[in-house]
């Protein structure tokens, strides 16, 4: 049972155009990070939010957590062919961290 | 900037071979994690260490799988035998303290063949 969706699982998208990554689950968690993956290296965090409804920006990413805190999202505005790699969204619950099954994007030029 | 090292960072094996892997957390996190990512997939946490102990291995192969981290700073994870559905990257992180945020190192893709 996969405890965290994202969606969509596979993006591939022009170089300028915005998208959103949606990672949902029905369970609450104490916080969410959102990390990005390039081939053969570890993630990389790039966030965590912690309160319900909260928003943070990091340059051209928008990232909310759900008021309830079941669910987030990742927004990104003109992307960049540099913004290509696997998004992963990981919800934080007894210490642990549960990952979603990532999300593949691809900008291209 | 500290980083969690991990050595190595590719490895060809042989089923019922035994392989091992290390990995160095960041000076002064007190808390280990090993995680199995299999292709396309997100990372799956097989154990969990608290300085050194064992805090959660529920998600560990057992029969073949064992982790240590004797003196609560750098870990092994080994595979003996390996089996062809252990081909995967695994990875190393660690955190301050349990719950705070964790930090990944860059991995070892194991292939067994």
């Known amino acids: 049972t996969q405890l965290l969706e994202q969606s969509p699982q596979f993006l591939s998208i022009q170089e300028g155009e915005n998208l959103t990554v949606y990672c949902n689950s029905s369970?609450?968690?104490?916080?969410l990070q959102w990390y990005r993956q390039e081939p053969g290296e570890g993630p990389v965090l790039l966030v965590t939010?912690?309160?319900?409804?909260e928003v943070k920006k990091l340059k051209r990413l928008t990232f909310q957590f759900g008021d309830a805190r079941k669910d987030s999202s990742l927004h990104i505005t003109a992307a960049q062919t540099g913004d290509t790699g696997l998004y992963l969204c990981?919800?934080?619950?007894?210490?642990?961290?549960?990952f979603g099954q990532g999300t593949e994007l691809s900008v291209k030029p | 900037e500290a980083e969690v090292a991990q050595s190595p960072r590719y490895k060809i094996t042989e089923k019922s071979q035994a392989v091992a892997f290390w990995c160095d957390p960041i000076s002064g996190h007190a808390t280990l994690y090993w995680y199995r990512q299999i292709l396309g997939q997100g990372p799956e946490l097989l154990v969990q260490?608290?300085?050194?102990?064992?805090?959660?291995d529920s998600q560990l192969p057992k029969d073949r799988f064992s982790a240590e981290r004797l003196k609560g700073v750098d870990s092994t994870l080994k595979i003996q035998p390996a089996e062809l559905g252990d081909s995967a990257m695994y990875l190393c992180?660690?955190?301050?303290?349990?719950?705070?945020?964790?930090?990944f190192g860059p991995g070892t893709r194991l292939t067994v063949l």
């Open positions: 369970s609450v968690f104490s916080s």
């Open positions: 990981a919800g934080g619950r007894v210490g642990k961290l549960i």
């Open positions: 260490f608290q300085d050194e102990s064992v805090v959660d």
């Open positions: 939010v912690v309160t319900g409804g």
């Open positions: 992180a660690s955190s301050f303290i349990l719950g705070a945020e964790q930090f």
